[in-house]
């Protein structure tokens, strides 16, 4: 670890790639990480974020390309030469070392002798000030996670790097530490890369993330424009859940007019990453959350003007806070509502008649050539990636 008069900068990859024999993990691929920005590269096991992540730590050679730090190129640079630090899933803390040794560790190893103000500041950040002789396996999991991170900052690197750092805790601790993380994040100004396999944990605390998939970098953006503008399919189904329904284009204007099912749709021309020609084919995306139901004797209260597809319940899940349906209809099979239980209607039950319908402004427009199931867990390509990892 050197010492901390570099300046600053962003991280920024410049073809970068790498190759095992004839696998390719990572192709190549430019990146630009902003100076102060918490970045996530989010995708299942074995699409090639880790890799890209060892990297920039300098833990993996690259096969081609360039790996910048601000102007200094540090491709050559060996781990402890990058002014990077890393932190595990493994917490890897000393256990024989109490909180606040643990913490003071990276500034003894520099020769640094006096440690009481740093290592009290970093106790301090992480709000640990009362566990300083405290042993780690007396901490719970996110403790010690906190202590992991205060160990890394404390020598003050350029760039955080964090290799699934909340795998291993429980789902309401993970959810706590996700805040926690971000908290620290912002109030100390440092570049974070973040790899995880979580799409909420990167939605949670990254400004942008990068979605990735078979080595490559499928989209890049802030968390809300990925969730709202996908433009693979596969990026519509990794990060949460989307209805997809095969149409074809009757009128391409500012408006695109489709049909599926026997019935017209319609969406906004700029929410269609995909080519819309009259006669071509489009897969017409819906979020489950965008969409209301309404019992099919309700259908003449529907307001005009907004996008409808009839159906039949054939599933219920009471999930609390919502209650997610299963709609069977001629526009497509297993289309997805989730509805917040503020007012249920009891006749919305397996088997009832209904109507689908939506702001045809919360419509987007994918290629037709892309896979509808690329993406989810039935995916041939996830599943080998989550096999071979």
Not at 88 to 110: K, T, V
Not at 246 to 275: F, H, I, Q, W
């Amino acid at each position: 670890m050197t010492d901390s008069t570099h300046t600053g900068g962003d991280v920024r990859l410049s073809g970068i790639s790498k190759s095992y024999g004839s696998f390719t993990a990572v192709h190549p691929l430019d990146l630009t990480v902003p100076q102060g920005s918490f970045f996530a590269l989010l995708g299942a096991s074995g699409c090639g974020k880790t890799t890209t992540l060892r990297m920039i730590a300098g833990l993996e050679e690259p096969t081609t390309g360039t790996v910048f730090l601000g102007d200094r190129d540090v491709t050559d640079l060996p781990p402890y030469k990058r002014p990077v630090n890393t932190v595990f899933q493994s917490y890897a803390l000393f256990p024989h070392l109490n909180i606040y040794e643990n913490i003071a560790f990276g500034l003894r190893r520099r020769g640094i002798t006096s440690v009481k103000k740093q290592v009290g500041e970093m106790l301090d950040l992480v709000q640990l000030g009362d566990k300083a002789s405290h042993k780690p396996h007396q901490l719970s999991g996110g403790q010690q996670q906190r202590v992991a991170v205060a160990r890394a900052l404390i020598n003050h690197p350029q760039v955080l790097l964090l290799d699934e750092p909340l795998g291993a805790l429980d789902l309401k601790l993970r959810r706590r530490m996700q805040l926690e993380l971000k908290r620290i994040q912002t109030e100390v100004g440092i570049t974070f890369v973040h790899v995880t396999h979580d799409q909420e944990e990167a939605m949670t605390m990254a400004d942008t993330v990068a979605v990735m998939n078979g080595g490559r970098v499928e989209q890049l953006g802030a968390p809300a424009d990925l969730y709202e503008n996908p433009r693979t399919t596969f990026v519509a189904n990794f990060l949460g859940t989307s209805n997809l329904i095969e149409a074809e284009v009757v009128e391409a204007a500012s408006d695109v007019v489709v049909t599926a099912g026997g019935g017209t749709l319609r969406l906004p021309a700029n929410r269609c990453s995909a080519p819309t020609t009259t006669g071509g084919r489009l897969l017409v995306g819906v979020r489950p959350e965008k969409i209301t139901l309404a019992h099919a004797d309700d259908a003449g209260a529907i307001a005009g003007g907004r996008n409808r597809v009839t159906g039949r319940i054939v599933d219920t899940s009471f999930i609390g806070v919502s209650t997610q349906y299963v709609v069977d209809s001629p526009a497509g099979a297993a289309l997805q509502v989730y509805e917040q239980n503020i007012e249920r209607d009891s006749r919305l039950a397996p088997g009832a008649e209904v109507v689908l319908h939506w702001n045809p402004a919360h419509t987007f427009g994918l290629d037709a050539a892309q896979s509808v199931l690329a993406g989810t867990v039935g995916d041939a390509g996830l599943d080998e990636a989550e096999d071979a990892a």
